[in-house]
């Protein structure tokens, strides 16, 4: 599983943006900037989808 796959999973479960990044951190290794980068790309996609 990709960090975009594992991300959309969170949010998924209605899990919040905090909570989204702390397990980003730990389950890829990434650093906080890392983490808060994967998690923009997600948004960068799902506004795209909308579009």
């Known amino acids: 599983m990709d960090p975009i796959d594992f991300i ?3 949010f998924s479960q209605d899990c ?3 909570t989204v990044l702390h397990l980003v951190m730990a ?3 990434l650093s906080e ?3 808060r980068a994967e998690i ?3 948004f960068e996609i799902v506004e795209g989808y909308g579009k």
């Open 8 to 10: 959309r999973d969170k």
């Open 16 to 18: 919040a943006v905090d």
């Open 27 to 29: 389950q890829f290794g």
């Open 33 to 35: 900037e890392e983490a």
């Open 40 to 42: 923009q790309e997600y």
